[in-house]
């Protein structure tokens, strides 16, 4: 009896214990567990919807549309200033034609007004407020002249022209949300400048748009950056000043927001010859002091970054001034670098139109939401015997299959997809994106 009681003492001293000790760590396994489902659910869950999203793009009818070679023989009319003058006086065609919502790179695109659109060297701010596209970019609506005979065509400054819209497609002259100053010669903006390249982000903690640009002078020689800022995406901007980022040239250059909050710098420096790419502060009015060079010794410019599942994409063009050269395309897994080069994205039958990027030069890669992979380049095709008629080529351009070409670096496994931008003379968005409620 006593050792039974004993025995029973002891198993209810044990189970006493047990209960004290093993209950909560029976609860926490069983929490951990319901966790680790969870977690495993959730994953599973995001990776089909990634899947899915990505199937349903390379599924869609209009984005195999999209993706479809066009092997035509493409005849790039002569520049405005060598058409005859009946051609000149001829009324542009609308960028729509008669049918609605299709883009024709290259011709001419007007505004709701019926005015061309001046968005050169642009980008686009997708603004979450107000649910609406701001594409800013040079406005050029003046005579091209040349200062030398050997420089460069020009334009005097005007300012930077900003459109809304709510599909793309159709766009709003908004003004000019920065202007140039017509009097005072030592202002970084004086029209006797140069101002290019203009990109806006948004700064979510200060609540501003903050506009970067390239600041230069007539000749080239300034090589900096300017930084504008406004407390609404339709301005207007105020101009802060200029300067020479990491104390390196900048000509060349965008700006590029991560999913993270941090934006970054990039442009091209020691002559063209490299890029440089740094972090801005926490309020994207400065540079840091960390900074990477890449493509060192390539000679690029034009940069236009993108980011598609956790991996970087950038298109850059050559260094020839306004006239047209072959596009590359570069991917990292770190926005800082190693940057790779990954080949020409450009997809067309004619080996011109292909070495030439469809006679344009990149300046911004807008993703589509709601369509995993899609995105849209845009360029600029410049026509140097009269800027302001330079023309805008968008395409379609697909993150996709496996890069074509052998990788630099062959030690490790590369993680990136195939860029193509695709070639249409006539195309449009698949069907219902804007239906999609995913970014709204
Ligand atoms: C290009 C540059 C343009 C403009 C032009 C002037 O190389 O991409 O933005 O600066 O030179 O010639």
Same mark, same amino acid.
């Given at each position: 009896?006593?050792?039974?009681?004993?025995?029973?003492?002891? %198993?209810?001293?044990?189970?006493?214990?047990?209960?004290?000790?093993?209950?909560?760590?029976?609860?926490?396994?069983?929490?951990?567990?319901?966790?680790?489902?969870?977690?495993?659910?959730?994953?599973?869950?995001?990776?089909?919807?990634?899947?899915?999203?990505?199937?349903?793009?390379?599924?869609?009818?209009?984005?195999?549309?999209?993706?479809?070679?066009?092997?035509?023989?493409?005849?790039?009319?002569?520049?405005?200033?060598?058409?005859?003058?009946?051609?000149?006086?001829?009324?542009?065609?609308?960028?729509?034609?008669?049918?609605?919502?299709?883009?024709?790179?290259?011709?001419?695109?007007?505004?709701?007004?019926?005015?061309?659109?001046?968005?050169?060297?642009?980008?686009?701010?997708?603004?979450?407020?107000?649910?609406?596209?701001?594409?800013?970019?040079?406005?050029?609506? /003046? @005579?091209?002249?040349?200062?030398?005979?050997?420089?460069?065509?020009?334009?005097?400054?005007?300012?930077?022209?900003?459109?809304?819209?709510?599909?793309?497609?159709?766009?709003?002259?908004?003004?000019?949300?920065?202007?140039?100053?017509?009097?005072?010669?030592?202002?970084?903006?004086?029209?006797?400048?140069?101002?290019?390249?203009?990109?806006?982000?948004?700064?979510?903690?200060?609540?501003?748009?903050?506009?970067?640009?390239?600041?230069?002078?007539?000749?080239?020689?300034?090589?900096?950056?300017?930084?504008?800022?406004?407390?609404?995406?339709?301005?207007?901007?105020?101009?802060?000043?200029?300067?020479?980022?990491?104390?390196?040239?900048?000509?060349?250059?965008?700006?590029?927001? +991560?999913?993270?909050?941090?934006?970054?710098?990039?442009?091209?420096?020691? +002559?063209?010859?490299?890029?440089?790419?740094?972090?801005?502060?926490?309020?994207?009015?400065?540079?840091?002091?960390?900074?990477?060079?890449?493509?060192?010794?390539?000679?690029?410019?034009?940069?236009?970054?993108?980011?598609?599942?956790?991996?970087?994409?950038?298109?850059?063009?050559?260094?020839?001034?306004?006239?047209?050269?072959?596009?590359?395309?570069?991917?990292?897994?770190?926005?800082?670098?190693?940057?790779?080069?990954?080949?020409?994205?450009?997809?067309?039958?004619?080996?011109?139109?292909?070495?030439? %990027?469809?006679?344009?030069?990149?300046?911004?890669?807008?993703?589509?939401?709601?369509?995993?992979?899609?995105?849209?380049?845009?360029? +600029?095709?410049?026509?140097?015997?009269?800027?302001? +008629?330079?023309?805008?080529?968008?395409? @379609?351009?697909?993150?996709? /299959?496996?890069?074509?070409?052998?990788?630099?670096?062959?030690?490790?496994?590369?993680?990136?997809?195939?860029?193509?931008?695709?070639?249409?003379?006539?195309?449009?968005?698949?069907?219902?994106? %804007?239906?999609?409620?995913?970014?709204?």
């Amino acid at each position: 009896m006593r050792t039974r009681s004993k025995y029973r003492k002891s %198993t209810n001293l044990c189970c006493n214990s047990w209960s004290r000790c093993c209950t909560p760590a029976v609860l926490w396994s069983l929490i951990g567990c319901l966790l680790l489902l969870h977690l495993y659910s959730y994953i599973l869950h995001e990776d089909r919807d990634g899947r899915l999203s990505q199937l349903h793009v390379t599924h869609h009818p209009q984005f195999r549309e999209l993706q479809q070679l066009e092997d035509e023989d493409v005849q790039i009319p002569p520049p405005r200033g060598k058409r005859s003058p009946r051609a000149a006086k001829r009324r542009p065609k609308r960028a729509a034609g008669n049918d609605s919502n299709y883009y024709y790179p290259g011709r001419i695109w007007l505004d709701t007004d019926g005015n061309p659109i001046q968005a050169h060297g642009g980008g686009i701010l997708y603004d979450k407020g107000s649910r609406t596209y701001y594409w800013y970019g040079e406005y050029k609506d /003046g @005579p091209t002249y040349h200062v030398h005979k050997e420089g460069p065509a020009r334009v005097d400054i005007i300012g930077v022209g900003c459109y809304s819209s709510k599909d793309l497609w159709t766009w709003k002259h908004e003004g000019i949300v920065l202007a140039a100053e017509e009097t005072d010669e030592t202002h970084d903006l004086h029209k006797s400048n140069v101002l290019e390249r203009p990109k806006v982000i948004y700064n979510e903690k200060t609540g501003k748009y903050v506009m970067w640009m390239h600041v230069d002078d007539g000749n080239y020689t300034k090589a900096a950056v300017g930084v504008a800022i406004s407390d609404t995406p339709d301005g207007p901007f105020d101009y802060l000043g200029s300067q020479r980022p990491h104390g390196c040239e900048s000509r060349d250059m965008t700006v590029f927001k +991560d999913e993270d909050g941090m934006a970054y710098l990039i442009y091209s420096s020691e +002559d063209n010859s490299e890029l440089h790419i740094g972090p801005l502060t926490e309020d994207y009015l400065n540079v840091t002091p960390t900074m990477r060079r890449i493509l060192v010794g390539q000679h690029r410019e034009a940069p236009a970054l993108f980011k598609h599942r956790g991996t970087y994409y950038m298109i850059t063009s050559g260094c020839t001034g306004w006239a047209p050269n072959e596009a590359l395309a570069h991917a990292a897994d770190s926005v800082l670098g190693p940057w790779e080069t990954i080949g020409n994205p450009c997809i067309v039958g004619n080996n011109m139109f292909r070495l030439t %990027t469809f006679f344009a030069q990149s300046t911004f890669v807008l993703p589509l939401p709601g369509f995993q992979g899609l995105f849209i380049f845009m360029a +600029d095709r410049w026509n140097p015997a009269d800027l302001r +008629d330079s023309r805008y080529v968008w395409l @379609p351009l697909v993150v996709a /299959g496996p890069v074509d070409q052998p990788l630099e670096y062959t030690f490790e496994f590369p993680l990136w997809s195939r860029v193509s931008i695709y070639w249409h003379r006539k195309w449009r968005l698949p069907q219902g994106w %804007t239906g999609l409620k995913l970014f709204m």
